[in-house]
Structure formats: structure tokens, C-alpha cells
């Protein structure tokens, strides 16, 4: 069995403890980690995976585990290219999620940072998304520029039509445009993974052999994301466009204006730096789903009322 898969599936069921493992996982420097490294600490997992799992106190096999988990897929086993890697998620979007929400008289000026958001979002939910199901590269890249396309024509049309809109509460027309930006990162993940619930993912038994494909198990794998990306993105925009209503009542904000842009910066990367392993915390890794709720044919082909399948990030 794959070690990452061994590790969720046996590993971390609290959401406090994922919480705290992807706390570790989301250290930037595992960016940086070397191939020779991460070799060494995959061999050391492979050739000692039961003995790895129980002596998780041992600090050679934390580390170990610790680059594994950061930097291997779980499902093809391939290394993840660092700029995907779940902990680069952070210091990519939060920018561009400050310069989506910058409120702007003209629309050309948010096409850039809303392209962006698009372009990252898309290639970060393929690369970490459910890799078990048959897929030709070319496949990848229309349906990547398509989401591309489609996602950020649907943001800016939204933005436009809030820019040309008449609505009066400034409260209103300050966090809408943090609505925008959640509805769009939950309609990337779907559109974007979406070849899991029409081909199905592998689901497996407790002991990781296939059983078969399931378009239910995608269909799950896919909203549970989506709904994370809802909880990261939607709590991210809306808490420092609120902190900057109240903050332009103080004085502080009369004396010293320009010091409005430097704080909503910092309240962003603050937010999404708290939410990012909260919201990858809030549905396990390797998801357990009853037998019963799949395919008949699945349902069919073993005796196990319990199987399991990778969620993906």
C-alpha cells in the first residue's frame, strides 16, 4: 500500500489532529525540500511502513513521514511540483485574493488578479485532486484552460454587473465582492475535477486493494472540496473587508489612510494562514464511505461493508 494512504487511513481521524498535522505539512520550507531527501525518507517509509506508523515518536520517522505527506501524491505516488504543493497555497493566492477584492472603477483593473486566481486555482486543484482515474495529458490541459476561461469570465461578469448595480449600502457593496470570489473558487474545484464523478475514482478495502471505480465516491470527494474551498476563500474575503468597514470609522484611518491597504494585506495573510489548515481539516484525507451507498456493481464485487477512497486537497 501507498505509505500516504496507510497514514490517512490509520492516522489522524480527529479534526484536531489533522488540524495539527497539516499545521506541519504547511510549513513553506517544505517547498524546498530536495529530491535526494525526499527519496531517502520514502525508503524509509517503504521498507518499514507497519514500523513506521508505530513509532510515530521517533523524530527520523516524523520527518520522514513529514516530507512524504507534503510532497508525494497519494495516489500515483509521484512527487508533487513545489509551486502545487499544499503549502504553497498560501503565499500564491493570498495576494491575489487581496488584489481581487481592491475596490476599482474600472473592470480592467481586477482582470489581471481575478485571471490569476483562476489560472493558480485550476492548476492546484488538478495536481491534488483524485489521480486514480484514466486521464490523457491533453484531456488535462483543455479542460484546465477551459475552467480557466469560464471561472474568470464568471467572476468579472459578477464584478460588472456589481460595479453597474445600484445597490446603496456601502456595507453591501463592500463584501459582495468577497461573495464573487467564494462562489468562484467552489465552481473551480468542481469544474476543475470534474472528470471524477463522470469516470469514477478508485475506492478500496482497509487493506488498499481496488475494489473498483466509483462515480458516487467522485461526486463526494469533489463537493467536500468545493465545500472547503467555501469555508478558506469565503472566511478569508469577508473578515478583512469587514475589518475595513470599521477600521475607516476610526481615527486612525483619518490621520493615516494609506495604512488601510498594509493592514487589510496583513489581515488576509493572517485569516488565510489560520483557515488554510483549518479548512483541509474539515473532511479526511482518506475518506471511509459505507458500501452500500455505491455502485451496485461495486457493492457486488466484495464482502466489505466499509470502503475507502482519497479525497484529494
Known amino acids: 500500500m501507498e505509505p500516504n494512504v496507510h497514514f490517512w487511513m490509520t492516522q489522524c481521524q480527529s479534526f484536531f489532529q489533522r488540524c495539527l498535522q497539516w499545521t506541519e505539512l504547511l510549513d513553506p520550507t517544505n517547498l524546498f525540500i530536495s529530491i535526494s531527501k525526499i527519496e531517502k525518507s520514502r525508503q524509509l517509509l517503504l521498507t518499514n511502513e ?10 527520523r520517522i516524523q520527518e520522514a513521514w513529514k516530507r512524504s505527506l507534503a510532497t508525494v501524491h ?40 481575478q485571471l490569476s486566481f483562476c489560472t493558480y486555482s485550476t ?29 474568470a469570465f464568471f467572476g468579472l461578469f459578477l464584478r460588472l ?7 446603496k449600502n456601502v456595507f453591501l457593496r463592500e463584501t459582495l465582492p468577497a461573495a464573487i470570489l467564494t462562489q468562484v473558487s467552489a465552481m473551480n474545484v468542481a469544474a476543475s475535477r470534474s472528470f471524477e ?21 467522485g461526486t463526494k470527494a469533489v463537493s467536500d472540496t468545493a465545500t472547503s474551498r467555501v469555508v478558506l476563500f469565503g472566511t478569508s474575503a469577508f473578515i478583512p473587508e469587514v475589518f475595513s468597514h470599521f477600521f475607516k470609522k476610526t481615527p486612525l484611518f483619518v490621520r493615516y489612510p494609506q495604512s488601510l491597504w498594509t ?26 464511505i459505507q458500501c452500500s451507498k455505491l455502485e451496485q456493481e461495486i457493492q457486488s464485487a466484495t464482502e466489505e461493508t466499509e470502503l475507502f477512497y482519497n479525497r484529494g486537497v
Open 123 to 151: 492548476a492546484f486543484n488538478v495536481v491534488n485532486g483524485n489521480a486514480s482515474y484514466n486521464r490523457r495529458p491533453y484531456e488535462s490541459i483543455l479542460l484546465g484552460t477551459g475552467v480557466i476561461a469560464s471561472t
Open 263 to 288: 493592514l487589510k494585506l496583513s489581515c488576509t495573510i493572517l485569516v488565510m494562514g489560520l483557515m488554510v489548515p483549518v479548512s483541509f481539516s474539515m473532511f479526511p484525507q482518506i475518506q471511509r
Open 161 to 167: 454587473l456589481l460595479m453597474k448595480s445600484a445597490v
Open 74 to 113: 497519494p495516489d500515483s505516488s509521484k512527487l508533487i511540483p513545489s509551486f502545487f504543493r499544499p503549502a504553497a497555497l498560501l503565499p500564491f493566492t493570498a495576494p491575489m485574493v487581496f488584489l481581487s477584492l481592491v475596490p476599482v472603477k474600472s473592470l480592467k483593473s481586477i482582470v489581471l488578479p
Open 197 to 217: 464523478p463522470i469516470r469514477g475514482i478508485e475506492v478500496m478495502d482497509k487493506e488498499g486493494n481496488v475494489v473498483g471505480y466509483s462515480r458516487k465516491a
Open 50 to 59: 507497519d514500523g513506521s506508523i508505530h513509532d510515530l515518536q521517533d523524530k
